[in-house]
């Protein structure tokens, strides 16, 4: 039942690269408010512009449909090869290697902005303040997240006893790493506490001049928010305790795969539930944005990072992908990107390594072989 892991991989990847195809590469240029994250003008429409506009669009969406094909084809390679250290080596390169679609994403920007100063286009566009509803539209039940965090902590303490023996159970994996898996869980959990806290705090978006639609579409969109990050935080606690579980009272290897991969398909079914809702509410108010916003594509580095000093608010919504990024500029935006940096070349160097040396963690392939 080895292949389970690869089915694993295979349902992880695949659909979040076709998923970031859909959102981030419309071939309805003119019919939507961000086009690579650059705000649609008038002017974009018009004579030569409008030619330059569909060659970038065609040009960068070809790319990223490439990229697309390539990772879903190694996919279905890897889904039929066995399980080695070799194969789930292959499978965290092709996870950075589906990330490279945000490259044509920022190619599109750079030319959109470039095609901007052509055509002599400047900031213009108000910051709106809404006062009645400043600061104060929170959609997000603390209690409902913390509740399956505790879960993950109690789980947590008991993988730890059981691989130290104080609870003696005939586990079929090897030992400590139930003690792995469910620390990572659990450290999972713990970073979702922040994320969702500092969501639910994002500065109330004014789509309008009416303060009551301010107030709906503000709450329409944190409680999707909120939602997803709960029912992501209650699918880890449920399937740590499962685990937990299964491995005191089932000694079946095929059991526990199934398991994973339900688990697998939970996370993604919750993820692409989160997006078509929000795609939904701002197909439902976008009749009601009567602003002329300000415009600020050039604080969007290549559309996907967020950079601006006169803006005190430390997260915003991202114009690629879902959910929201920080001010690169604020403070505590500097420290998260610099960690993240960190992580992210870490985990490369990681991969290098084990690339070159055929070798991945011991428990990892023997949690599956077993």
């Known amino acids: 039942m080895t292949w389970v892991m690869n089915l694993i991989m295979f349902i992880c990847i695949v659909p979040s690269t076709i998923l970031m195809f859909a959102i981030g590469f419309t071939d309805k240029a003119g019919k939507k408010k961000m086009i690579f994250g650059v705000r649609d003008n008038p002017k974009f429409h018009e004579g030569e ?23 879903c084809i190694a996919s279905i390679i890897l889904l039929f090869m066995p399980v080695t250290d070799t194969t789930m080596t292959l499978w965290m390169i092709l996870v950075f290697a589906m ?7 920022g190619k599109g920007n750079t030319e959109l902005k470039d095609l901007k100063k052509e055509l002599g286009i400047t900031k213009s566009g108000l910051v709106y303040t809404d006062l009645t509803n400043a600061n104060v539209i929170h959609s997000l039940k603390l209690t409902w997240l913390l ?12 993988a730890v006893l059981i691989d130290l023996g104080i609870i003696n159970v005939n586990m079929v994996c090897e030992k400590y790493a139930l003690t792995s898996l469910s620390l990572s ?3 999972i959990a713990a970073l979702i506490v ?26 329409a969109k944190k409680k999707v928010w909120a939602d997803l990050i709960i029912s992501m935080s209650w699918a880890n606690a449920l399937f740590l305790v499962s685990y937990l579980i299964l491995v005191m009272f089932v000694k079946s290897d095929i059991v526990m795969l199934a398991g994973i991969l339900v688990y697998t398909l ?39 990072f967020y950079y601006n000093p006169n803006d005190s608010r430390l997260n915003v919504e991202k114009r690629f992908g879902y959910g929201g990024t920080v001010n690169i500029a604020h403070p505590a935006g500097k420290a998260i990107m610099i960690v993240l940096a960190i992580l992210l070349i870490s985990s490369i160097a990681y991969i290098i390594w084990a690339a070159s040396t055929g070798h991945i963690p011991d428990g990892t392939v023997n949690i599956i072989h077993r």
Do not use: H
């Open 185 to 187: 869980f659990l450290f």
């Open 266 to 304: 939970i996370i993604l079914a919750i993820v692409i539930a989160g997006a078509a809702n929000q795609k939904s509410i701002e197909s439902r108010y976008e009749r009601d944005t009567d602003l002329d916003l300000l415009d600020d594509d050039d604080n969007w580095i290549l559309g996907m």
């Open 194 to 219: 922040p994320i969702a806290i500092m969501m639910d705090n994002t500065r109330n978006m004014v789509i309008s001049k009416d303060s009551n639609i301010n107030a709906n579409y503000n709450r």
């Open 99 to 105: 990330l490279l679609i945000a490259v044509p994403f």
């Open 49 to 71: 512009a409008e030619k330059k506009l569909k060659a970038t669009v065609k040009s960068c969406r070809r790319n990223a449909l490439i990229i697309t094909i390539a990772v």
């Open 147 to 158: 509740i399956p965090n505790a879960l993950a902590l109690i789980a947590t303490i008991a």
